[in-house]
């Protein structure tokens, strides 16, 4: 446990150098999903989120990476549990980040699935005023697709004020859709019933969830077969994007690359006239 400290804190030091020459700086959690290049070269911090292997402790994204996840999940009887960041390791961060730079904004996913973003809101209040916390009420790829933004104008050298305007109108228009290939994680991890885990695998249904305004997770729908339940995703993509321009996609998979390599070159010949970024 200590030396994922010592790797934590190595990593956190040299975000911060980096990101020197800004007068803002971006913090967040690991449930944040960005490629690591673009962690580094847009100066992203990110609070250490523990992921709990039985009785052995990681530092999400520092000391477990993802091939180490899944090969521990495939391996290991236990199911994998995750903590928040410490009250510590936020007052740590935000203590640092708060002295060094003029505006903190701290992203986080939903109150109503973690308690990190109340937790962080919390902490900011009790550590210093240019700490702005934001609910992006989303998850996963979409979060790190606000994040990016937000570096992006922070890059642009807009006012906090501007920046902060800017990503409340964007969160609505995000959305992010989870296509389930299995339903027996959520089994194993206790979110899902046997029962209904059964008639699901029996039927040959694969749900497709999505984030509600509110910030839970909802069902969306269902394909029969893993197959018809991305290409029932397309359709519902095709319907959020209809009419849009500058559209921004991002996708994350599950150890199942190929899958999200075809679905990557889908929609970048479907939205070819609108992507801004994939």
Known sequence: LE???????????????????????????SACDLPKERIESDHIYQIPVRVIFKDVSYVDKVTMSPSLFYKLLSTKADFPKTSQPTPADLKRSYQILSQQFERVF????????SGTCQAAKQMAESVAPNIS???VNTGSVATGILTRMLAEWIAKDLSKEKILELVQKSIPNTRLYIVLKTVDMGIRGG???????????????NPILTFSPEGTIV????GFGFKSALNK??????????????????????DNFNQADELYHKIKESYKEKIKRI
């Open 133 to 135: 916390v934001i609910d």
């Open 219 to 222: 069902l969306e729908g269902f």
């Open 233 to 254: 995703t397309l359709n519902l993509v095709a319907r959020d994007f209809k009419n849009k321009q500058n559209c921004r996609f991002s996708i994350g998979h599950a």
């Open 3 to 29: 030396q994922d400290k010592i790797d934590d804190m190595v990593f956190q030091n040299k975000t911060i150098h980096r990101a020197k020459k800004q007068k803002f700086i971006i913090a967040t959690d």
């Open 191 to 205: 979110r899902l019933s046997a029962k209904k885990g059964f008639i699901l695998k029996l039927l040959n249904l």
């Open 106 to 113: 701290s992203l986080h996913i939903p109150s109503l699935l």
